[in-house]
């Protein structure tokens, strides 16, 4: 992490930037405009600060992959991802941007680097505030894991016991239908477990969410609905998953249950599975599909520690699209090391209709965080 202290002589050089950010922005399109217009009053009001904090963080990742599909042999691909953070502090405010760079698509590489999220978070008096572009998740991510949000603004505040909030954005996952989207959310503590209600009252969904820990075993609940909407169907996700340890041995039930097989989802890996989840950790190689492709997964996980690793497996049964019954088996490795953590997995689904899905896929991954 490299780290910087600016000070006072450079006020003159943020406040000179801020204007030539306003300036240069009127000949860009409206949304642009915006954007400069946020940066340039946020380097402004820092600027007003003697001293500011600049870091500069990131995390990146190497993977390789053997994808046996079953029909033709196997197909190998080779992934990398760098995220870069770089993060300025001054009093309660925070300004992020986010660089990403990764190579999913070949032909795309010299323009894959790209300015992901950019916002920043401040308090203004009792209220919380985050304002940009940044990635966010409706309750426990059953329904939306860490979707996008383009021009977003979200607050929140305590009220005694209860936090109050509201995000309104522009933008997100098509498949969702959640372009343009304003709702409003609940939480608070009842009995040692965290409850949070998100309802959105144009789309007409709401998303209840129950997470605690009860005797040593942990207890998360997540059930959406949304009625009929424009002709759009109803849709009913729920989520359970109970854990918790038998003397070395870690187990994990998870149950998942989708109506109508919506799509959208690609970032919830029940269990921390590699075979359901193709968007999960920046992206899963050894995953065949996610988690919208199905009606319904159940499974379980075992995991214990030896030599230094985690030993890992998994077996679900599930039904994949409306009545397609399939079995999932997983075995997952990691060890930490100097620097990073390394990941091995086989993942292999049966009983697909499609051939093509009925391989063992096989894995290594290299993570890294700087």
Do not use: C
């Not at 021009?151 to 239908?177: E, F, N, Q, R």
């Amino acid at each position: 992490m490299f780290f910087y202290k600016s000070v006072d002589f450079n006020v003159g050089i943020r406040i000179i930037s801020a204007i030539f950010a306003i300036l240069r922005g009127f000949s860009q399109p409206t949304e642009y405009i915006m954007k400069k217009l946020m940066v340039a009053a946020v380097v402004a009001t820092m600027a007003s600060a003697s001293m500011a904090d600049i870091s500069i963080k990131g995390d990146a990742y190497l993977q390789y992959a053997d994808m046996s599909t079953n029909v033709n042999g196997s197909n190998t691909e080779n992934r990398k991802r760098i995220n870069l953070n770089v993060i300025g502090k001054s009093g309660a405010t925070t300004v992020v941007a986010s660089f990403r760079t990764d190579d999913k698509v070949a032909g795309a590489r010299a323009k894959a680097s790209n300015l992901h999220q950019f916002y920043i978070t401040t308090k203004v008096g009792p209220v919380n505030v985050k304002a940009g572009d940044f990635y966010s998740t409706i309750g426990l991510g059953a329904w939306s894991k860490s979707g996008s949000r383009s021009d977003a603004l979200s607050l929140s505040t305590k009220v005694g016991p209860v936090t109050l909030g509201v995000h309104t954005s522009v933008g997100g996952p098509s498949g969702l239908i959640i372009a343009g989207i304003t709702y409003v959310s609940i939480a608070t503590k009842i009995a040692g477990a965290k409850v949070k209600v998100i309802n959105n009252p144009k789309s007409k969904w709401t998303d209840l969410s129950v997470k605690g820990t009860f005797g040593g075993i942990l207890v998360a609940a997540e059930h959406f609905k949304r009625r009929s909407v424009n002709a759009h169907p109803i849709e009913k996700i729920t989520l359970l998953h109970i854990g918790g340890k038998a003397g070395p041995i870690k187990w994990d039930v998870a149950q998942y249950k989708n109506r109508n097989v919506s799509v959208g989802n690609a970032k919830l890996a029940p269990l921390g599975s590699m075979l359901i989840g193709t968007r999960a950790r920046g992206s899963t190689q050894t995953a065949a599909a996610n988690v919208d492709d199905f009606s319904k997964i159940l499974g379980v996980a075992l995991s214990a520690k030896a030599a230094g690793a985690t030993i890992k497996a998994i077996y679900s049964k599930n039904t994949y699209g409306a009545a397609d019954k399939v079995t999932g088996a997983e075995l997952i490795l990691t060890h930490a090391m100097s620097g990073g953590k390394l990941t091995a997995n086989l993942a292999k689904l049966s009983g697909a209709e499609f051939d093509v899905m009925n391989g063992t896929n096989k894995g290594i991954r290299f993570d890294i965080k700087f």
